[in-house]
């Protein structure tokens, strides 16, 4: 089922019946990064998958990563229906999902930060401003492989052809613009002095392999967050929950409230 929310701004899929699960997707990927994991997940929650603001059907939003944040508050606040909502961001969506929780301290029960962090160094900026530059130069096709490589570990690319070619296809489908300016607020971003009102319980997630927002981001996130657990997800890059979903779901499942799907 498809939903319009926050006055028809925001698209979003919705699959189960349950306590609200809210999945925000990366920059590099779409909504479809939580197919692996979406059908055991709605088994014990009502799973709310939107396409973050300026993404596939939803309208783009002014005012940064925090113009994104204040949407991706009223999705939440409305498609929760006033029970408690665990919100999971991957990525960017995982940037997203924390900007919102320092903005609206009551708009999450629990986090789940998937390969994301507070604050990148100098060389992670680079990245960013570099990718934005060359796909102004020459289209994001001309990143398409950088970008990959971002997501994905070159063995994982080589084990899976048909799922890289349907990867890459929904990379390019990216409106440019929104994905330029993502870049820059990525790039801006440091979110350290403001992670203690971040109070709700937080599971904070890398792979192992991520060149895009590598393990120590996360440690360093989890160590400046009140009530936090760290794990690191052995072989894995960015998407963890595409290349890896039983683990994915073996990590998350202590964590979320009344859920056992493994064992």
């Known amino acids: ?26 920059l590099l990927s779409d909504r479809a990064s939580f197919d692996a994991i979406a059908p055991e997940l709605s088994t014990s929650f009502r799973v709310i998958i939107p396409e973050l603001p300026g993404f596939g059907r939803s309208q783009a939003v002014g005012g940064g990563l925090a113009g994104v944040a204040d949407r991706m508050a009223e999705v939440v606040a409305e498609g ?16 997203v999902a924390l900007q919102m929780a320092i903005r609206h301290p009551q ?39 950088v970008a990959m490589r971002r997501l994905f570990s ?47 319980p937080t599971l904070v997630l890398v ?25 690191i997800i052995a072989g894995c890059a960015h998407v963890p929950q595409l290349q890896a979903p039983a683990e994915f779901l073996a990590v998350i499942s202590g964590f979320l409230p009344a859920m056992s799907l493994v064992g």
């Open 107 to 145: 708009i999450a029960s629990r986090l789940i930060l998937a390969n994301c962090g507070a604050a990148f160094s100098d060389a992670g900026r680079e990245a960013f401003r570099n990718m934005a530059a060359v796909s102004k130069a020459a289209g994001l096709a001309a990143i398409t492989e």
């Open 207 to 231: 792979g192992e392999k991520d060149e895009a927002t590598p393990p120590p981001m996360s440690v360093e996130l989890a160590s400046g967050l009140p009530d936090a657990r760290l794990k």
């Open 1 to 26: 089922m498809y939903r319009r929310f926050a006055g028809g701004t925001v698209n979003a899929a919705e699959v189960g019946y349950g306590p609200p699960l809210f999945l925000f997707h990366s």
């Open 154 to 200: 070159a063995e994982f690319q080589a084990e899976n052809p048909d799922l890289m070619e349907d990867r890459r296809e929904a990379f390019l489908k990216i409106d440019p613009e929104v994905f330029r300016a993502a870049c820059a607020d990525l790039a801006a971003l440091d979110l350290r002095d403001e992670l203690y009102q971040v109070t709700v």
């Open 80 to 95: 929760a229906r006033g029970q408690p909502a665990v919100v999971l961001g991957n990525g960017y969506g995982g940037f």
